[in-house]
Every structure is written in C-alpha cells, then in structure tokens.
C-alpha cells in the first residue's frame, strides 16, 4: 500500500485584505512547522498591531493537519476563528497560520457580516500565497563503523536521503531524513549494515 506523505503549505507570507463599513480586516498567512512557531508569530502581531480591536487566528499543522486551533480573541463565538480555519481547509494546506488583524470601523457588522468578513480576507491572503508540495518525514540517527561506510552512503544515495550532522572517524554518525514512504524500506536495508545500530529522532 503507498503510504501518502506529501501535502500542500505555502512558500512565504502572503497578505490579504477586506474593508467594510469602515473596519479593516487585515489578512496575514504564514508557514508554520510548529505550535511555538505560531505563538511568537502571534506574540508578535499582537505588538506591531496593538492598536487593533481583534487578532483573530487558525492554524494547521502536520501531514494529516491534525495539530490545529481557531481562536475568536473577543469576537462572537464562532464568527473570526472558524472561518479563517474554513479558509485553510478549502484551500487543502496545511502547515499555515492565518492572522487577521481588525480594525473596528464604528459600525458591527453582525455575526453573518463577521464570518464574511474573515473569511473574504482570507481567502484574499490564500490567493495571494505560492503554495508548495512538502514531504512528510522522519529523521533517524544511525550509527556505525568506518568499515560499514560505503554501505550506508549507498542506501543514503539509492534513497535520495538528505544528510546532515555527519561525524566520520573510527566509529561514525550522521543523521538522515527519510520520507514516510521510504520507512519500511530504509529500515529494512539498513538492518544487514554490519556494526549499524539507528534510533528515529523526536522533535
């Protein structure tokens, strides 16, 4: 079975923006790899922007998308966070935080006048982005003797495995990136290396 480990984010901030009965939603997408990412993006905004009535957010993360939040910072219960999340997941991606910014213009706009309002200034940042194919992985760290060498750089070669943190000597060690559909094959190659012992690597 062909296991599915690629998915769609964006390459680079992207902005949007709605403007109606004088307030001013002001979109700001953004690729995230984690929740600490998000935090200090949103840290951030909340200080260049701290004049702003709202910092309305959602986000998605992972693979599957199943790390994800939609925070309505004031507004009606479901009327900013929901539908800026609606947005992320129409488009399909995920590794993104969206951030809208309001700028409250005197007049309410409703609740119906809200969700539209989140959602057109997000679908204006959306469209706005270079969206990217992103490889889901695994990093593993492998160790083995100087002997055992050539064959892992042939399994690293054969795969296309990303190296880094290489450490050659006597005994050495290096860390290699392995897309989820490559798992069970790269395990099973590098189970006959003399002397090679590995442990996946958490973040």
Request: aromatic content about 8%; charged content about 25%; some cysteine.
């Amino acid at each position: 079975m062909q296991i599915k480990d690629t998915y769609a984010s964006i390459a680079s901030r992207s902005d949007g923006l709605f403007k109606d009965n004088g307030s001013r939603f002001i979109a700001q997408a953004y690729p995230v790899e984690s929740e600490g990412e998000v935090k200090d993006i949103v840290e951030r905004i909340r200080k260049e922007y701290h004049d702003a009535r709202h910092h309305c957010f959602a986000y998605r993360i992972g693979l599957d998308g199943s790390c994800w939040r939609a925070s309505d910072d004031g507004e009606p219960s479901g009327s900013a966070g929901r539908p800026i999340l609606g947005q992320i997941d129409s488009a399909g991606l995920s590794d993104i935080l969206v951030v809208v910014i309001r700028y409250f213009g005197g007049i309410k706009l409703g609740i119906p006048g809200l969700i539209r309002a989140y959602k057109t200034s997000t679908a204006d940042a959306l469209a706005n982005a270079a969206v990217v194919e992103k490889i889901a992985g695994k990093d593993y760290r492998v160790w083995f003797p100087y002997l055992s060498m050539n064959a892992v750089m042939k399994v690293a070669k054969d795969l296309s495995l990303p190296q880094r943190e290489q450490f050659f000597a006597e005994d050495c060690s290096m860390v290699l990136r392995v897309r989820l559909s490559q798992e069970a094959d790269f395990l099973e190659r590098i189970s006959g290396i003399e002397g090679l012992s590995c442990e996946e690597l958490r973040i």
